[in-house]
C-alpha cells in the first residue's frame, strides 16, 4: 500500500540527506553581503513519520556573520510551518480525497491525522496553494495541464517516475522553496 513509504525511517532518512547537502550547498554560496554563512539550526518536532522510530528532526538553518540575515534552505521534509511531515500533508490529503466518510475515518486513523486537519490541508491546495509562483512552475511541467480542484493527487499519479519513493521525492522537491522564508506562506 502506497502508505506504508511514511512507516519507512529509511525513507525520511533519505529526505534528510537531501535537506543536509542542499543546505550545505547554499552555505557554501555564503550571504548576498559577502559574509560567511554560519549554522544556525534547531530541532523540530514533526509529526505523523513512522512510530517508534528514531528520525532527525534537524531544521538546517543558515545565518549570516556579517549582516545577521537568516536563511532557510529549502527543505523536502518541512511544508512551510505546518507541524507533519510533507510527505505526509501530501500523501494524506491525496488518499483522503474523495473518499467517503467511513473510509475517511478509518484511514485518518492509521495515518495518525485528524480529520479535520486533512480537510484543512485539502483547501489550501485547492485554494492557496495554486496562488504560489511554486505551483505556476510546477504546472508549467504538464500537458495537458493539472486541473487545481485534482490537486495534489493527480500531481503523484502524473509525475513519471519509477515508484511512489521517487514520485514523492521529486513533487517534494518541487514543493521546497514553499519551506523557506521568502516562499513561505
Ligand atoms: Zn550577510
Redo the contacts with the bound molecule.
Keep these: 500500500m502506497t502508505q506504508s513509504i511514511l512507516r519507512d525511517p529509511a525513507f525520511f532518512h533519505f529526505l534528510f540527506c537531501i535537506d543536509q547537502e542542499h543546505a550545505l550547498e547554499i552555505r557554501l554560496q555564503?550571504?548576498?553581503?559577502?559574509?560567511?554563512?554560519h549554522q544556525a539550526n534547531y530541532k523540530r518536532k514533526p509529526k505523523g513519520g513512522p512510530h517508534g522510530a528514531v528520525l532527525d528532526t534537524t531544521r538546517f538553518s543558515l545565518c549570516?556573520?556579517?549582516?545577521?540575515?537568516r536563511c532557510m534552505p529549502a527543505s523536502v521534509r518541512f511544508l512551510g510551518r505546518r507541524v507533519y511531515w510533507g510527505v505526509v500533508v501530501l500523501m494524506a490529503t491525496t488518499l483522503c480525497a474523495g473518499l467517503g466518510l467511513g473510509r475517511g475515518q478509518k484511514l485518518t486513523q492509521q495515518l495518525g491525522v485528524p480529520v479535520l486537519t486533512i480537510l484543512r490541508w485539502r483547501q489550501w491546495w485547492l485554494t492557496d496553494f495554486p496562488m504560489t509562483k511554486v505551483w505556476r512552475n510546477v504546472a508549467g511541467r504538464f500537458l495537458p495541464p493539472v486541473t487545481t480542484s485534482d490537486l495534489p493527487g493527480e500531481l503523484l499519479k502524473r509525475v513519471v517516475a519509477d515508484d511512489v519513493r521517487s514520485a514523492m521525492v521529486m513533487i517534494m522537491r518541487w514543493l521546497a522553496p514553499l519551506s523557506t522564508l521568502t516562499e513561505a506562506r
Excluded: K, W
Design positions: 555564503g550571504c548576498s553581503c559577502g559574509g560567511p554563512l549570516c556573520g556579517v549582516c545577521r540575515q
